[in-house]
């Protein structure tokens, strides 16, 4: 079935840097959704992309998905305190919208 | 718009013990999913509802895990025996419908600890 690799597992930085987090799959993904995850909280969906090359922002956050499907990133400009918590990417696997979550990358932002 | 509610928030049980999690989700979602989180890595679903039908439920453990949603709104997932591997977050999620253009939904989640 599908399966999706994301990199990196953990990432620590300045408050005010860049981060980005790539997710990455071996075969062509229908459509990605990305999750955040609070530490001690539930899993909350930021954004779906469908169509080859889109690119999606949401003030700071950039959602991207590859020309050819099989990629996606999540690029958050200028990190905040607020930014703190695991990112997950999902794909459809199957007929049914059953989602496969990847690993995580788990994001701490210093101050 | 009130969120999907669980509960326990937290369980702790030994092993061979069961347990019981209930799910509500939002008014009017047909599409419920049980999820299991173990601390770690990202959510895997184990069993999916369409109204009072199961939809998916190939990673169920069906010798331990059992669940329902007899209404079609209500659902509960119970463990039985369980083992010191099920620690874990159990998250439900619930959505409108079953086409993946429909966001999922996720509840706080109960935290099991099998000792």
């Known amino acids: 079935g599908q399966q999706v690799m994301q990199i990196p597992q953990y990432q620590h930085v300045q408050e005010g840097e860049d981060f980005t987090t790539y997710c990455n799959s071996s075969?062509?993904?229908?459509?990605i959704q990305w999750y955040k995850q609070r530490p001690g909280g539930h899993p909350v969906f930021l954004i779906q992309?469908?169509?080859?090359?889109e690119v999606k922002k949401q003030k700071r956050l950039t959602f991207q998905f590859g020309e050819a499907k099989k990629n996606s990133s999540l690029h958050i400009t200028a990190t905040q305190t607020t930014d703190v918590g695991t990112y997950f990417c999902?794909?459809?696997?199957?007929?049914?919208?059953?989602?496969?979550f990847g690993a995580g990358t788990r994001l701490a932002v210093h101050p | 718009e009130a969120g999907v509610a669980q509960s326990p928030r937290y369980k702790i049980i030994e092993k061979r013990q069961s347990v019981a999690f209930w799910c509500n989700p939002i008014?009017?979602?047909?599409?419920l999913y049980w999820y299991q989180q173990i601390l770690g890595q990202g959510p895997k679903l184990l069993i999916q509802?369409?109204?009072?039908?199961?939809?998916?439920d190939s990673q169920l453990p069906k010798d331990r895990f059992s669940a329902e949603r007899l209404k079609g709104v209500d659902s509960t997932l119970k463990i039985q025996p369980a083992k010191l591997e099920d620690s874990a977050v159990y998250l439900c999620?619930?959505?409108?419908?079953?086409?993946?253009?429909?966001?999922?939904?996720f509840g706080p989640g109960t935290r099991l600890t099998v000792t």
């Open positions: 999620a619930s959505s409108l419908d079953l086409a993946s253009s429909y966001e999922q939904y």
């Open positions: 992309l469908v169509k080859s090359g």
């Open positions: 509802f369409q109204n009072n039908g199961v939809v998916d």
């Open positions: 075969t062509t993904l229908s459509n």
């Open positions: 008014s009017g979602h047909a599409t």
């Open positions: 999902a794909t459809f696997s199957g007929g049914y919208n059953k989602l496969i």
